[in-house]
């Protein structure tokens, strides 16, 4: 650690314009712009109404200028009501996961069975898993290179939906699940 009561020999008030030589230089010249600055400072917080009047005021501007016109929008929308709103959304989500972990959901006892997924190199198999056999990865034989696999059709689901895809190197019980 760098001693609190650094000065750096030759650091005058003026040497501010090239950048410091060294650690010690940086940190003496933190320092001193630290001790200049106020013990407390008070800045205004963004109100929907300065928000609103800055949108009524000015023309389009450039392309910067809209995404500052964006951020006064969002600053005027956010109210109390919408923070309350998050943080009951976030209270009821908490209770929710608390409630499924109070009831074992995917844990050791938990009565349901656990979805198979592919192994995790196989990624035409994730691609089948994830999105179905019309987004299915590229086939070795299509030029999909080292570690893509054949893909053959499994049979249609009770539901109606058409055929998936799947490695004939997993098991049946690793085989793409519909995407229903």
């Known amino acids: 650690a ?28 933190v320092r ?24 009524s005021s ?3 501007g450039s392309a910067a200028q ?3 016109r964006q951020e006064a929008e969002l600053m005027a929308s956010l109210d109390g009501e919408w923070q309350s709103q998050v943080l009951d ?14 009831q074992g959901f ?5 009565p349901h ?4 997924v592919p192994p995790l190199r196989d990624v035409a198999a994730w691609h089948a898993f994830c999105f ?16 893509a696999s054949s893909l053959v059709p499994l049979p249609s689901d009770p539901h109606g939906s058409s055929a998936e895809t799947a490695d004939p190197t997993l098991g049946a019980s690793e085989a793409a699940p519909s995407s229903h």
């Open 89 to 102: 959304d976030f209270r009821a989500l908490r209770l929710k996961l608390d409630t499924w972990r109070d």
């Open 113 to 116: 069975p656990r979805v198979s």
């Open 66 to 68: 809209g995404r500052s």
């Open 58 to 60: 000015g023309d389009a």
């Open 2 to 29: 760098l001693p609190v009561e650094c000065e750096v020999e030759g650091l005058g008030e003026d040497d501010w314009s090239s950048p410091p030589s060294s650690a010690a230089e940086y940190l003496a010249r």
């Open 106 to 110: 995917g844990g050791k006892d938990w």
């Open 32 to 55: 001193r712009e630290a001790q200049s600055l106020p013990e407390v400072m008070l800045a205004s917080s963004p109100s929907a109404p300065a928000a609103a009047e800055a949108l």
């Open 132 to 147: 179905g056999a019309a987004a299915a990865a590229p086939t070795a034989a299509e030029g999909g290179g080292e570690g």
